[in-house]
Structures are given as C-alpha cells and as structure tokens.
C-alpha cells in the first residue's frame, strides 16, 4: 500500500501522525521554490505543524525549477510525505513520524508556467519560500516574458509582477519573502536583484514602486541537519512498522532553527505558523542567531575534528560515544567558547542554551558526520570561527584557553602534509586523508623544520591575520600539546588532560 489521500483511511499504525480531511482542503497561502530536502524538512515541516495545530490553516504551491524530472513520485501520494525526527533533544531519545500534508500542488517550471503564474491571482497567497541553494539568488538577464525564465529570481519576478497586474498593484497583493538559501543576507541580495531585472524587462516605475513598499524581504537563517533519504534496510523497517511504502520519506533531526529578520507586525500576522513551534523567531535582527551557530555550532566541530581523526574517530557520533572526548566537547563549549559569544545581545544563558542543543546534535546516532569532511578549508575555517573568541577569551580571562590551545596544536599536527605533485595528505592511526586547504603547502614548508613549525605557525598573519604568538602563554601550551600528540597521542593526551583538570 503506497501513501497516498485515498489510503489514508487504512493507516492504522499508532507511530505516525495522519493529517485529517480538513488539513487538506485547506487553501494555498504558499508559493515555494524548490522540493529539497531541506525545504520538506524545516519550512513545510513548521507549517504542517501549525496546521494540525488550527494556526495558519494554509498549503503549499511548490516549484520543482529544475528541468531533471518531473513530479511523478509527489503526484503518485498526492504530495504527502513522511518526515521521520530522530535523534536527541534535551538529553532524551526522539523517534517520531509524521505523515506531512503541507504541500498541495508540485508543479514544473518548464511544463506547468502557466498555471503557475495563474496562482498569483489567488488572494490567499500571500508568502515566498525559497532555497534553489548557494548559486539560486545570482544576478541574470532574464526575460520575464520566456515560459519560464530560467533563473529563480526571473521566475520570482515573473510571478510578482503577474500578481501586481492582478490586483491592480495594491499595497495588500504584496507578498512575505523569505529566501532560505545560505547567503548572508540573502533576502537583500534578492531584492537588488529583482529590481536590477525589473529595470532590464522595463517593467515600470509603479511597478517597481510596488516591488520596494509592498513587498517584505526578510533575511533568514536556517539550521536543521536533514540527511533526506533513509537507508534501504531502515526505510524498510519504518515501512513495515506504519504499513505503508513511501517514495518521499525523509529523515531530519530534532533540532531545528528557523530565524527570521524582521519587525513589521504585517509580518508577523502572515508568518502566523511561527507560533507552533519554539524553533522559529521572528526577530528585529538574525545577528545573533548567526552568531550562536558561528561559534558554538561550527566553531566546535572546527576546532576538534584535526583531534578527533588524530584520537582515531570517523563520524562525530562515534567520537561522542567516547567518555574522554565528549567531556572534552562540553568542557571547551562550557568553559571556553559560551563565554567568549556573550555579548550585548547575547546571555551566557542563552549561549549554554544553544551549546546544549549542539550537544545533542552532536551525540545523534542517527547521523553519519565524518570529520575528514569538516578539515575541508580547515585554516580559513579557523580564522574566521575560532580566532576571534581566542581574543575575546583573553580580554575576559586574561589567560590560555588550554582546550582551545590543544584544538590549534592538533590543526598543526594534522597539517604535517605529504605532498604529491600538487596533491596533500595528512596521514592518522595508518590512514590516509586527503586534504583541500589553500594553505597546506605553507604547512608543508613549515614542518620541514619541527623545531619551529609551531612558531612559524602562529606567528603567520597570512593564516590568522594575527600573531598568535603575541597571546601571553598560548605558543607554550600549543607547543607543549604538539609534543603531547606527537608522543603519546590524542587518546592518552585527552584522558590525562580532564583527569588532571578534575583532580
């Protein structure tokens, strides 16, 4: 039995959620751009929810723009899907399922333009949803009047003006923009381009009148890990166990952020699903939100993965399975890196609030994160995570942050690269890890003399854009810990470290 409208009625399994009759005739408030996972797994899953709840009692026009396939898998279930949550949240073990009726139509770009831009005229539609990924919001010279531009933002422009004509260009037919896609300030950098094409396509002064005032371009900030597809066996498994097959199953994890820029009280009326979850904020400003996940998020994986490999761990999981290193992880977020986030917008509170949300992100057993995958621009990803809260942490403390020390010193041991032709390698515990950093042959020239390589290292304004030598204390500790890994290895280095700091 295939999950579709007509089967609902025999899904009897008490593990999944089932949307009721009235949730599907809801109209469609939504136009969104793009079926990916990430789309299916945070803004739909926000939405869905709100409508169980009675919130915002809408649905979803989706996009399928690109021109591979169509929407045969969303036709076949009639759009519904099931959206499996596993993980931790709060200490606690998460396994739920929901079937997800947020989508009512899937059309394609390339075959369905019309009855696309036919939707602009539906008075309920009233918010843009997008994530076309990282190269969607580009600047083009699209026409409007192609069926369809081949560009996001042609086809954004193409349907907003389609939907100015319509209601004769009212402040009231302008819609909610919120762009997901992971650009900073990508809702800005949308609207310039749409009015740089508006100018292109002539389409007028009121037209771009309209474009300015009546329309809300809210920058976001999206955080929610959604692997997508399960494993074959797993899918299997929950298969078996709802009593019914699923083409469009997708796993996500617990958390989930979905932080909004704006103060307009229209706004938030529109946005009105924000209210059934405690994962969405409508907020004056996503800085600090930018913030928490900059630092707290990906400044820890950054600053533990070169430990991690050299400790002998493949997947972050299984590095957090280990007693010695996860006591490490919440010791360096507790003591080093949560204090050095504050600021005037930002409480410790609030920073151990988050550092417990990574946490449980971190220990997911359901997740497969490698860390060779986070060594990818492993300098670059230092400077501009990690090196501002060593400073920050010295004009609070006045001393070495030793976990954030040993971090640095096994980024150094890590980098002692072989080079072939103009290919690197670092190697750990008999493996072999190839590395992509554009700065690995300084790394490599460096540790051509380990007298020094520390030294040399911190001392490289190219690599920090600071002497880190300067920082009282810290060129001993790196160099004390280099030693320790090169001697006894990231194991023994770890457990000797809390043990003596807990004596």
């Known amino acids: 039995m295939i999950l579709n409208e007509e089967n609902l009625k025999n899904i009897s399994s008490e593990k999944v959620t089932k949307p009721t009759a009235e949730i ?17 797994g945070l803004p739909d899953y926000f939405i869905d929810k709100a409508n169980q709840k009675g919130i915002f009692n809408g649905r979803i026009l989706v996009v399928k723009s690109t021109s591979k396939g169509g929407a045969d898998a969303f036709s076949k279930q009639d759009n519904l899907y099931t959206l499996c949550v596993k993980g931790i949240e709060d200490g ?13 139509r899937v059309l394609s770009a390339s075959q369905d333009w019309a009855e696309i831009l036919k939707a602009a005229h539906q008075p309920e539609m009233q918010i843009v949803i997008s994530n076309t990924t990282e190269v969607g919001i580009v600047k083009s010279e699209d026409k409007i009047t192609d069926t369809p531009p081949q560009s996001y933002p042609g086809k954004l422009l193409a349907f907003l003006h389609e939907r100015y004509k319509a209601f004769k260009g009212s402040a009231e037919s302008g819609m909610v923009i919120v762009p997901t896609e992971l650009i900073s300030d990508n809702a ?11 100018i292109q396509n002539k389409l007028g002064w009121d037209f771009e009148q309209w474009l300015k005032s009546a329309n809300h371009f809210c920058k976001t900030l999206v955080d ?20 019914y097959s699923d083409e469009l199953m997708i796993m996500a994890e617990p958390f989930r952020l979905w932080a909004i820029e704006s103060s307009s009280e229209k706004v938030k009326e529109v946005l009105s699903f924000a209210a059934a979850d405690k994962g969405i904020f409508i907020v004056p400003s996503i800085d600090k939100f930018k913030e928490l996940k900059l630092r707290l998020l990906n400044g820890t994986h950054t600053i533990t993965c070169g430990l991690a490999i050299l400790a002998g761990f493949n997947t972050v999981k299984e590095a957090m399975a280990d007693q010695d290193f996860s006591n490490h992880i919440l010791k360096l977020i507790q003591e080093e890196i949560a204090p050095a986030v504050v600021n005037e917008d930002i409480t410790y509170e609030e920073a151990l609030s988050f550092a417990k949300s990574v946490i449980d992100r971190f220990s997911n057993p359901s997740l497969e994160h490698q860390w060779k995958a986070i060594t990818l621009n492993y300098t670059s990803k230092l400077q501009m995570r990690n090196m501002p809260l060593i400073r920050k942490y010295y004009a609070l403390k006045n001393d070495v942050p030793q976990l ?11 980098m002692n690269v072989n080079k072939d032709g103009e290919t690197y390698t670092a190697s750990a515990n008999g493996k072999t890890y190839p590395v992509d950093d554009e700065f690995a042959e300084i790394l490599h020239s460096y540790w051509k003399n380990p007298e020094t390589v520390v030294d040399s290292t911190l001392g490289d304004r190219r690599l920090w854009d600071k002497n880190l030598n300067n920082y009282p204390g810290f060129n001993a500790s790196v160099k004390s810990y280099v030693e320790l890994l090169q001697k006894k290895g990231a194991k023994e280095t770890l457990s000797n470290l809390h043990s003596e700091r807990t004596a």
């Open 404 to 414: 954030t020390a040993l971090g640095v010193a096994a980024y150094i041991v890590f």
């Open 92 to 104: 606690l073990n998460v396994a739920e399922n929901s079937i997800n009726a947020s989508i009512s």
């Open 24 to 40: 599907l005739a809801l109209p469609e408030k939504v136009i969104q751009f793009g079926t990916g996972v990430l789309l299916r």
């Open 224 to 243: 929610r890990i959604v692997p997508g597809k399960l494993p074959e066996a797993e899918q299997k498994q929950i298969e078996a166990e709802l009593g």
């Open 188 to 198: 800005d950098k949308l609207k310039d381009i749409l009015l740089d094409l508006a």
